[in-house]
C-alpha cells in the first residue's frame, strides 16, 4: 500500500472512531440531561406541594435558621402574630414572641430536640406584634440537610383559645356543679 492511501485509511478510521466516541458520548449526555429535567420537574413538583400544604394550613407555620432567625412564615403565621405581612417576622428571632418566663423551658425544650430528645408539643403564651398575649400550641422540628445535618427549624402553631376556654368552663363546671 501506497503511503498516501495508508495515512487516507488511518485518517478514515480514525475519523469514524471519533465519531463513535460522539455519537455515544452525546446519547449520554441526552440521557443525564433528560434524567436532570427530571429530578429538576421533581423538585420544582416537591417545592410547589410545599408551597401549597404551607398556604393552605389553618395553623401557623414558620421556619428558622438554627439561631432562631426566622426565615419563613405562613400566611396563618403573620395573621396569628397579628402582623401585616410577612416581612413583619423575616429576621426577627422567634424569642422575641415568647413570654420572658417562658423562655427557658422554650430553649430548654429545644436544645433537647437538637439533641434527639423530642418532648412533644407544648403549650406556650406567644407575645404577638400588637403585644397581645396568645395561648399556643407548639410542634418544633428540625429541618436538615440532605448529609442529614440539621441546617434550621420549622415550628407549627395552633391557637388554643377556645380549648382553654372549653377547658376553664369544665373545670368551673366540675367544681361548681350541684
Do not use: W
Amino acid at each position: 500500500l501506497s503511503p498516501l492511501l495508508l495515512g487516507s485509511l488511518t485518517l478514515l478510521v480514525s475519523m469514524t472512531l471519533l465519531a463513535i466516541y460522539i455519537f455515544r458520548t452525546n446519547r449520554q449526555l441526552k440521557t443525564s440531561m433528560a434524567d436532570l429535567q427530571k429530578a429538576q420537574a421533581n423538585i420544582t413538583e416537591g417545592q410547589e406541594l410545599y408551597q401549597s400544604i404551607v398556604q393552605a394550613s389553618p395553623d401557623a407555620i414558620v421556619t428558622s435558621d438554627l439561631q432562631g432567625t426566622i426565615t419563613h412564615a405562613s400566611p396563618a403565621a403573620v395573621l396569628l402574630l397579628r402582623c401585616q405581612n410577612e416581612s413583619q417576622l423575616l429576621g426577627r428571632n422567634i424569642a422575641e414572641f415568647h413570654d420572658p418566663e417562658e423562655g427557658p423551658r422554650a430553649l430548654a425544650s429545644l436544645n433537647a430536640m437538637l439533641n434527639g430528645i423530642y418532648n412533644g408539643a407544648q403549650e406556650c403564651q406567644l407575645i404577638c406584634a400588637d403585644s397581645s398575649v396568645l395561648d399556643t400550641e407548639i410542634n418544633a422540628e428540625i429541618v436538615r440537610n440532605a448529609q442529614g445535618k440539621a441546617n434550621g427549624l420549622v415550628f407549627v402553631v395552633r391557637d388554643i383559645r377556645e380549648r382553654k376556654k372549653t377547658e376553664d368552663r369544665f373545670r368551673h363546671l366540675a367544681q361548681h356543679d350541684p
